[in-house]
Nanobody, 121 residues
Framework: QVQLVESGGGLVQPGGSLRLSCAAS????????RGWYRQAPGKERESVAV???????KYADSVKGRFTISRDNAENTVYLQMNSLKPEDTAVYYC???????????????WGQGTQVTVSS
């Protein structure tokens, strides 16, 4: 089994910054793609940023230039640095990882429990 544990959410004023972390543990052979998603009340979950094992990144248009995703492969941890936060960034942020638990086995998609980010004055 694979566990993803997020941390770093909270309440911040508009224009402020937060850094989210997501640590993966358990039966991990390799981690391919990792990403951050968010879901605001009454809305569908949306992709915020993803990063491949090679370091390639992709961002939602709404966060480009403000958010940065990075990963520490040695620690199986992915980060989301969020700057210039706006009220519309308020949501529950979820970490995702596509993981192989052993050589030659199908990869599975795993999710963290979510962390609340609230941007408000």
């Amino acid at each position: 089994q694979v566990q993803l544990v997020e941390s770093g959410g909270g309440l911040v004023q508009p224009g402020g910054s937060l850094r989210l972390s997501c640590a993966a543990s358990g039966s991990i052979f390799s981690i391919d793609y990792r990403g951050w998603y968010r879901q605001a009340p009454g809305k569908e979950r949306e992709s915020v940023a993803v990063i491949s094992s090679g370091g390639s990144t992709k961002y939602a248009d709404s966060v480009k230039g403000r958010f940065t995703i990075s990963r520490d492969n040695a620690e199986n941890t992915v980060y989301l640095q969020m700057n210039s936060l706006k009220p519309e960034d308020t949501a529950v942020y979820y970490c995702n990882a596509v993981v192989a638990t052993a050589w030659g086995t199908p990869r599975g998609s795993y999710w963290g429990q979510g962390t609340q980010v609230t941007v408000s004055s």
